[in-house]
Each structure stands twice: as C-alpha cells, then as structure tokens.
C-alpha cells in the first residue's frame, strides 16, 4: 500500500489528452510539500518529468503538464505519442513518517 | 552530472547487500542529498534512504532497522548496506541526487541484486 495512490494504469490514442491522478493526505501534499513526476520507459532508470508540481526539466516538452491542489496533485500528457507508453510515478514527501520521500504505487501509460 | 552503481549481483539470504554509487560531474559535497531507490521486479519504486555529505541520513522506516548508508567525498562517492538480505529485498537498485524540494534529478542506470542460496 503506497502513500500516495495512483491509478494502475490509463489509456488513450495518439493525439488524445490523459491524465494521470495522485492522492496523498495532510501530512504529504495537504501539507504544501511539492508533487514530482517520473516517466519511466520500459527497461530503463525513472527520469524527471515535472518537478515542484508544475515545472519541466529541460528538454521536457510542453505536452507534460501538472497540478496540485489540497492533497491531489495531477499529471496530463497531451497530443498522446507512441513513445510517450510508459510508467509514471509520483513523489512527495511525508511529514509523519520522519522525513520520508515517498512514492505512488505507478500508473501504466497504453498509447493504443 | 552521472551515477553509476556496482556491487555483486548475487547476495545470499542473511548476508549483507552492500552497493555503491560513483558520481561524476559534480561533487557530492556542494550539499545535495544522495538517495537510494528500489524496484521489485514487475513493481513499483520503494525509496530506501538519502545522506548528506556530512553524513546526516533519513531512512525509510519500513527498512530503518536493516539500512547504513555512508559518504565518502574523497572518492565522490556513497554506499548502502542492507543487512540480513532476504528473497524480498531482490530488486534493482537505483541512486539518485536529490533536487529541490526532494525531488531526484539525476538517477543511475540501476543494477539487478538478488537475494538467492
């Protein structure tokens, strides 16, 4: 059971918009601690997506999106790619469990 | 910036699963911190723990009885110890530099360790 919850996986087709929620609580994003996101693609290390709720790495394009708002926070890929199939994670940090960076439990991109 | 981890691949049930991550292009001491991050196969990321370069650590407490981590800025490098290993604690095992707010910017590539007889 993670600490920030996540849908297991979404689906869209290329070109469509999908979102992507995480759900925490008062002691994680209710508390105004940020919400990062990491894309990661098959067989490969996570990479940053979006980091302090709203903002891209470089490199990252403008289809990659967030938000937070009171204790959920969201992800939104728009004009949907092929290569956009993935899984994506959350991430924040808990005030109750001593410093804790925790993680949601990943949701899995189908492009169809 | 770059992280690589290396350690065995194969640990017996009861021993000690020790890694470490060497970083380059930039220098453990400017005041990041440096974190562990595992993933059962066909499963999700589990932060493990994160050091300082003074060594002040926070660790995950699900694994606070089982984990040390420690830095060594001469070597510009840190490391992980994760006592009496079990089949459970079969997972690739990712460092990582923590970015702002305790976000990780830079990830390693990730190495495989099982935990078999």
């Known amino acids: 059971q993670s600490v920030l919850t996540q849908p297991p996986s979404v689906s869209g087709a290329p070109g469509q918009r999908v979102t992507i929620s995480c759900t925490g609580s008062s002691s994680n994003l209710g508390a105004n601690y940020f919400v990062h996101w990491y894309q990661q693609l098959p067989g490969t290390a996570p990479k940053l997506l979006i980091y302090d709720n709203n903002k891209r790495p470089s490199g990252v394009p403008d289809r990659f999106s967030g938000s937070k708002s009171g204790t959920s926070a969201s992800l939104a890929i728009s004009g949907l790619q092929a290569d956009d199939e993935a899984d994506y994670y959350c991430q924040s940090y808990d005030s109750s469990l001593r410093a804790s960076r925790v993680f949601g439990g990943g949701t899995k991109l189908t492009v169809l | 910036v770059q992280l690589q981890e290396s350690g065995p691949g194969l640990v017996k049930p009861s021993e000690t699963l020790s890694l470490t991550c060497d970083v380059s292009g930039y220098s453990i001491s400017n005041g990041s911190y440096w974190g562990w991050i595992r993933q059962p196969p066909g499963k999700g990321l589990e932060w493990i723990g994160s050091?300082?370069?003074?060594?002040?650590?926070y660790y995950n407490p699900s694994l606070r009885s089982r984990v040390s981590m420690s830095v060594d800025t001469s070597k510009n490098q840190f490391s992980l110890n994760l006592r009496s290993a079990t089949a459970a604690d079969t997972a690739v095992y990712y460092c990582?530099?923590?970015?702002?707010?305790?976000?990780?910017?830079?990830w390693g590539q990730g190495t495989l360790v099982t935990v078999s007889s």
């Open positions: 990582a530099k923590e970015g702002r707010f305790y976000s990780l910017d830079f």
């Open positions: 050091i300082y370069h003074t060594g002040q650590n």
